[in-house]
């Protein structure tokens, strides 16, 4: 018992309750920053200081090797050596080595290191497309089905269901998946979501052995819980049974892997799940100044359609740091070399360069910014992808414009000869909608780009002289691996933390990404910029390009930062006039359409609450009742009947949905100019809380 007043040591009020809580259900809510590992860590170590249960009937586990070498590590520190911490995945292939022997009577089959291969042969033997790009989007389309519980027959409906940007016919994929499962049999092998699939199999079929596994495990923990998908789910449900010894920690408003099928709906439900559940909301953070905490807030506060039971507002901890910087400039290669000279004075300040970051929506953006960190001589390593010039399918655009230059392919325009040559790898007019497909067009319309660069630097250029100067850059962005920047997607990005980071390219278009095409998708898009936003401890730079290379400035900054930029910036101004443009447009004639399930509205409290009657309502009674309070002293000022100045089924679609601009505000039917005129303000200080508690 020595050891438990030092687990309890350092922690906040909310973290040493979810420490202390008793054996049973716990759901930790916890923002970015706030100490999660920690808590998480520390429930462990004291439930096996107080005798609760053995470390080795422990079973922890998380998403990445990183994060479960990490949380190992912490509990040997905390006296708790001997817990299961690992990925669904290593824990499962665990499982599975050991107890396949007894049903299958076999030795495990391999674990395949060539499922590429497969799903080629798989294309293959149907006809379709071989094409590197085009088979790993077939691959990625299996992973999606079989980590969504969705076998090769089910594929077509649950694809239109899902709304899945599918890279074939839908019936085609359905046959090619069931060929590479078929390859895969016959190879007797495995892939990764066949360990879920196996494991889950071997547990719900087989009563001796789950008895046995049972037995062996008592108490679960899962780290990230935001991010499971179908199959783990059930993967966790075979691990647990009927019992409610598990511990669950996550954050719905880091929900961004929802392509690949993730879903924050268990983290959500967990307390309709288990009523008698502990639920603990961590919201101190300790990793980011009040500055970067606040620019968060205001980021994910205007997200809609967040549960009651996801609104963590986060309180920064730390001693204030500078406010964050927005800048807007001209192209992206002015943007690149200001980024660059910003970086040599914070590493001039002090900040080591490893504790810098430039994250980007897309990888294909890094090219301009490898070049422009190369030119300043500033080191930098790319994580979670290649360099620009390594990746292979800008290796084989350059041997085709090589070939090109061979074969006298000149013309007087370079940019219109390079999108010409580079038509024979893929380069298409319109960018296809998504996957591997949308990744090389990206890559492709990168090298259109720096065509465009230098027909505008050097207007003579021809093609030769563009392949020189590629193959330049190519080898300047080469040097030897070193400490230095990091480059990184925002999707890399996530779980890590820097001292300074940079946001950019935050254009509309490139965040919300251009197949951003329904709200869902949208909402996730502003999810990855909280992430993005909540990886800085001090220093925070959001920056956007009105062009590409020097061309026509027909950008526009991302809808994300229209109130995120303080009035007195000077990139405030046009953004104050494009949303008085918005809002002085004539409404569009389309139809109505529900928030919810997107079925067209029709009647007229439908139309009005954006949502169809039986669709469930998200109505925030708080705010509710706050705003009747107020319309009543308003009608009351102006000697009106309360429903001059809005209806109920107005003030209840505005407490379902929240707005925080002028912009959503409007757009829920019954707000006109004139009203928006009398009453925004007074409305939309309600919603942010400047009237109020927030819940």
Not at 521 to 539: I, K, Q, S
């Amino acid at each position: 018992m020595t050891e438990q007043p030092r687990l309890l040591e350092g922690l906040d009020p909310e973290q040493r309750q979810a420490v202390i809580a008793p054996r049973g259900p716990v759901c930790v809510l916890a923002g970015a920053g706030t100490g999660k590992t920690r808590t998480i860590t520390h429930r462990i170590a004291f439930l096996v200081q107080r005798g609760l249960v053995a470390p080795n009937q422990v079973l922890a586990v998380t998403f990445t090797a990183r994060a479960a070498g990490e949380m190992r590590t912490r509990l040997r520190a905390l006296g708790a050596a001997g817990v299961q911490a690992q990925t669904f995945h290593a824990a499962a292939f665990r499982q599975l080595r050991y107890f396949w022997p007894r049903v299958h009577e076999t030795q495990m089959w391999q674990l395949t290191d060539n499922k590429f291969r497969l799903v080629m042969q798989a294309a293959n033997k149907l006809g379709l497309s071989t094409e590197r790009e085009d088979v790993r989007d077939l691959a990625g389309e299996i992973e999606w089905a079989k980590s969504s519980l969705v076998g090769p027959e089910q594929y077509p409906a649950a694809a239109a269901a899902a709304g899945r940007d599918v890279p074939v016919l839908p019936e085609q994929l359905s046959k090619a998946f069931a060929a590479y499962e078929q390859l895969k049999n016959r190879a007797q092998v495995l892939d990764f979501d066949d360990l879920l699939l196996h494991i889950v199999a071997i547990l719900e079929d087989q009563r001796e052995i789950t008895e046995e596994f049972r037995s062996r495990y008592r108490s679960f923990v899962v780290d990230e819980y935001q991010d499971v998908n179908p199959l783990q789910q059930r993967v966790l449900d075979s691990w647990v049974g009927n019992r409610d010894d598990l511990t669950v920690v996550g954050d719905a408003n880091q929900t961004i892997y929802s392509f690949a099928g993730a879903s924050p709906k268990w983290l959500i439900g967990f307390p309709r799940k288990y009523p008698e559940a502990t639920v603990v909301r961590l919201e101190r953070d300790y990793r980011s100044t009040p500055q970067v905490v606040g620019l968060a807030n205001q980021v994910i506060g205007a997200a809609r359609e967040r549960p009651a039971g996801t609104r963590l507002k986060l309180v920064g901890q730390r001693p204030d740091g500078p406010r964050p910087d927005f800048a807007e400039y001209d192209d992206e290669t002015d943007e690149a070399e200001a980024i660059a000279r910003k970086i040599a004075q914070l590493a001039k300040r002090g900040v080591a360069l490893s504790e810098i970051a430039v994250l980007f929506r897309v990888n294909a953006q890094s090219e301009v910014y490898e070049k422009a960190l190369s030119d300043a001589e500033i080191p930098y390593q790319v994580r979670g992808g290649e360099r620009f010039f390594a990746r292979a399918e800008v290796r084989q655009a350059m041997v085709t414009l090589r070939a090109a230059v061979a074969h006298g392919a000149e013309e007087e325009d370079l940019p219109a000869t390079v999108r010409s040559v580079l038509r024979e790898v893929g380069l298409t007019d319109e960018p296809p909608a998504g996957g591997a497909a949308r990744e090389r067009w990206e890559l492709l319309i990168a090298l259109v780009e720096l065509a465009e660069e230098l027909a505008t630097t050097v207007p003579d250029a021809g093609l030769s002289r563009y392949v020189a100067e590629l193959d330049a850059r190519a080898e300047s962005q080469h040097p030897p691996t070193v400490e230095g920047v990091t480059l990184a997607s925002l999707h890399a990005a996530k779980g890590l933390e820097w001292d300074a980071v940079f946001l950019v390219g935050l254009v509309e278009g490139t965040l919300p990404i251009q197949h951003a095409d329904t709200d869902a998708r949208v909402e996730e898009e502003r999810r990855l910029l909280y992430v993005g936003v909540t990886r800085a401890r001090e220093h925070l730079y959001l920056s956007w390009a009105l062009a590409r290379a020097g061309g026509r400035r027909y950008r526009r900054r991302s809808r994300f930062l229209y109130s995120l930029v303080p009035d007195e910036h000077p990139a405030a101004l046009p953004n104050k006039v494009k949303q008085r443009e918005l809002l002085s447009r004539p409404a569009k004639s389309a139809k109505p359409r529900c928030r919810i399930c997107n079925a067209t509205l029709a009647g007229t409290m439908d139309i009005k609450l954006g949502r169809c009657a039986d669709c469930p309502s998200d109505v925030d009674e708080d705010l509710l009742s706050q705003l009747k309070a107020w319309r009543s002293e308003r009608a009351r000022q102006l000697k009106v009947p309360t429903y001059v100045v809005f209806t109920d089924a107005t003030l209840t679609a505005i407490a379902e949905q929240r707005p925080l601009d002028e912009t959503a505000l409007v757009s829920i039917s019954g707000i006109g100019a004139s009203k928006l005129q009398k009453f925004g303000s007074d409305v939309l200080a309600l919603i942010q809380g400047e009237r109020r508690d927030t819940p």
